[in-house]
């Protein structure tokens, strides 16, 4: 660890924070209101004694969060699947770098598959912009949550992002613990998933000799999440209107709690969770001519052929690409009654406003055209 930096401000909480910030949530009555709100059969009392039993971060996320969040897929998920599980191993850590459909779902969903096969958890990277109350801070940092402080002079900035490289890396080399990323600041908001190369510079900060081998050392890993039904997709749809209209266009920061209240509580069919194959071989038939600068370009484009490649198309993602270029050339992918029930789903998510609609459509449709865009007749000759 650099001498320079302390990680406290950014850290989650440790296992000897548990009781006594449990506790400071347990006062808390919007804390209550969101635990309460995901399960009928619970309330204060049966809250406060279950966290009794609870004396660890992991006792936490298995005890509290799991069945929270078993609670919240059935009321409103057909069903979690996943695949590629098998590719990793219980005694290494990775950095999983995801798409980002979800603010709080995506990881969580990640851990919840770790946990319940006996892999540890992630530690997860979260905005600051979410943090508007400090109930929602004590929340997040007790579910292994760092913390990406996002409003920040162009000098702070670089200075935070510094400080965040090392942190990771201290994560990663010395702790051996996993860690959870977007492979973007922010949710996609039109399907078209997409890895930031600042993102991957970020990493790269807290390495001066070789930064081919520090990127080698890190056991990346690209997640793909898909939902049947786009969590906020009206919400992300609105925002993307509003941003055409509106050059100068500013969040209210009281809409991420709107959204990550909208994302737990919206139907979303089925979720499938993808996790790919760690990328080290790939990295290491990486040319040895390539500058930083190129490198990092090729690693944002191979890490977005594995995103794309996993991601698990749904029969809404089909009907909305046909629709969109009217045609059937995916006519083979779903029924008529599939049809039927998607277009009634889009009427009654935005009317009758062409606009709208036509955005929700883009959403579904885009993950359609990314397959085939970084499909390998198509890229292989770019990585």
């Avoid at 309460?36 to 619970?42: D, S």
């Avoid at 890993?221 to 919400?235: G, N, Q, R």
Wanted: charged letters at 25%; aromatic letters at 10%; one cysteine or more.
């Amino acid at each position: 660890m650099d001498e320079q930096y302390t990680f406290n401000d950014i850290a989650p909480y440790e296992d000897a924070d548990v009781n006594r910030v449990l506790n400071k949530l347990l006062q808390e009555p919007d804390f209550l209101k969101l635990a309460m709100g995901t399960n009928p059969n619970l309330n204060k009392q049966t809250l406060v004694a279950s966290a009794k039993n609870i004396s660890t971060i992991l006792d936490f996320q298995k005890y509290f969060i799991g069945p929270i969040l078993q609670s919240i897929l059935a009321k409103t998920s057909d069903a979690l699947t996943f695949s590629g599980l098998e590719k990793l191993s219980k005694n290494k850590s990775y950095l999983f770098i995801s798409n980002h459909r979800d603010i709080l779902l995506d990881s969580t969903l990640l851990n919840y598959i770790l946990l319940s096969n006996g892999f540890n958890t992630t530690q997860m990277a979260i905005g600051d912009n979410l943090l508007i109350k400090p109930w929602i801070t004590d929340f997040l940092k007790l579910n292994k949550s760092f913390i990406v402080k996002r409003s920040l002079s162009r000098r702070d900035f670089f200075n935070f992002s510094k400080k965040l490289s090392l942190y990771i890396k201290h994560v990663l080399h010395n702790k051996k613990e996993s860690i959870w990323i977007a492979q973007r600041e922010g949710r996609t908001k039109d399907g078209l998933d997409q890895t930031q190369p600042g993102l991957l510079k970020m990493f790269v900060m807290s390495e001066s000799d070789n930064y081919r081998k520090f990127f080698q050392s890190l056991n990346i890993v690209p997640i793909s999440i898909s939902y049947e039904y786009e969590p906020c997709d009206k919400l992300k749809a609105r925002e993307v209107l509003k941003k055409s209209l509106e050059p100068n266009y500013v969040k209210n920061p009281l809409s991420d709690i709107l959204s990550m209240m909208t994302g737990i509580q919206c139907r979303k069919g089925h979720i499938h969770l993808t996790i790919g194959k760690p990328i080290n071989k790939e990295l290491v038939d990486f040319p040895e001519t390539l500058n930083k600068n190129d490198y990092i370009s090729k690693l944002a484009l191979l890490l977005d052929k594995k995103i794309h490649q996993n991601y698990h198309l749904w029969p809404n993602n089909f009907i909305a690409a046909d629709i969109l270029k009217n045609t059937n050339d995916f006519s083979d992918k779903y029924s008529p009654q599939d049809k039927e029930d998607f277009n009634q789903y889009i009427s009654h998510q935005c009317g009758n406003r062409d606009t709208i609609q036509s955005l929700l459509f883009e959403i579904y449709a885009n993950p359609v055209d990314n397959q085939d865009k970084y499909s390998d007749e198509h890229i292989s000759e770019h990585i």
